[in-house]
């Protein structure tokens, strides 16, 4: 009996720091937590969640913000799209203050269409092949999705980042001829697309596919929500990338300076133009916001799941940004909410409060 106790005496303590260790581990796991968001627990205070784990339970509260998780429940579950992935990050405390999720596909790498625009940009610009202030020639429409109409009518002239703010598939099959395959590969490689972030499911590109279509975003590129929502948070953050918590007192990862800040801080100037004069303009101007807000756009037909993919994200006020959102819907039919509108939205709300 005596060795029984002297047994458990020394055992006991190491067994607790093992304990402890392993559910910081868990409650650090993002894709877990997003998993048991049925077992949410909300009182005055805050969303909570109680992890069992034998012999021991235990509650933590998570950072969720009573306000806009509330509004943002309500919002979504008034829609029936099958499809949504949405992400709402304080970018100072580096927290996620709200979320939803429907159809398991947070971490699933889709079709990333026009936000792949993002990654040909950072490589772009950290190649020297193009300038901030650059313009590029392009023939075709912008929109165009066949890279055999960008050979055909009168050459024009556009702005890197107006290229970038209207999404011109031809402007960025140019770009993509000018920094080639390897160099899409080395910094996709770097921003650890097609490796897994912890628990994290990046995503991947399809080196085959025509260099053209990959850098415009038409074809051979595919995210998951969770690592866009690491890459928008990674540029809002001076380039200095991480992997926001989800529990009060948990870990963020960080992963330090994948892209120099002056590329970081372009992107955020260029994104401007979206809102301005681009593909969310007409979402901005409804939302009637006084601060300045950027973002990227990208839509295509996906499958699996089958339907038109449309996502947004965004970050503001681009003088120095404070939040950052993700937002994706996939229709099969109808669409019934607008990513853009609802991302921007969300911001203005944080930002106005």
């Known amino acids: 009996m005596k060795r029984l106790i002297k047994r458990i005496i020394f055992f006991l303590p190491l067994f607790i720091i093992v304990y402890k260790i392993e559910i910081k581990d868990i409650c650090s796991n993002l894709p877990f937590i997003i998993s048991q968001k049925r077992n949410f627990e909300k009182d005055d205070y805050g969303y909570y969640l109680t992890i069992k784990k034998f012999p021991f339970k235990r509650r933590y509260k998570l950072t969720l913000d009573r306000r806009y998780q509330g509004m943002i429940d309500d919002y979504f579950d008034k829609i029936k799209t099958d499809y949504i992935s949405f992400f709402l990050v304080d970018l100072e ?19 990333a269409a026009s936000l792949f625009k993002i990654i040909t940009t950072i490589a772009a610009l950290k190649s020297g092949e193009f300038g901030f202030y650059d313009y590029v020639v392009y023939k075709g429409d912008p929109h165009s999705t066949e890279p055999f109409l960008w050979e055909k009518g009168k050459e024009r002239l556009i702005s890197f980042k107006d290229a970038f703010g209207t999404s011109n598939n031809p402007a960025f099959g140019i770009i993509g001829r000018r920094i080639g395959i390897e160099r899409i590969k080395e910094i996709s490689k770097d921003l650890f697309l097609g490796e897994n972030i912890r628990w994290i499911r990046t995503g991947f590109i399809i080196d085959t596919t025509k260099i053209e279509k990959l850098c415009s975003g038409i074809e051979g590129s595919f995210f998951s929500p969770l690592y866009t929502l690491f890459l928008t948070s990674g540029i809002s953050n001076n380039g200095s990338f991480f992997i926001p918590k989800i529990v009060k007192g948990g870990v963020v990862y960080n992963y330090g300076r994948l892209i120099d800040n002056d590329i970081s801080n372009a992107i955020i100037r260029y994104s401007e133009s979206t809102t301005l004069n681009g593909t969310a303009r007409r979402s901005f101007r409804r939302i009637k916001s006084e601060y300045k807000m950027g973002g990227k756009t990208g839509s295509l037909t996906g499958y699996e799941p089958f339907g038109r993919y449309e996502w947004f994200v965004g970050w503001g006020p681009t003088e120095k940004p404070e939040i950052c959102v993700v937002v994706l819907g996939i229709f099969s039919e109808k669409k019934e909410f607008s990513p853009n509108e609802t991302g921007l939205y969300f911001m203005k709300l944080f930002l106005e409060r």
Not at 93 to 100: A, C, D, L, V
Not at 103 to 110: F, M, Q, T, V
Request: glycine share 10%; charged share 30%; proline share 5%.
């Open 93 to 111: 405390n580096k927290e996620i203050i709200g979320f939803y999720e429907r159809g398991e596909i947070y971490n699933k790498p889709l079709v």
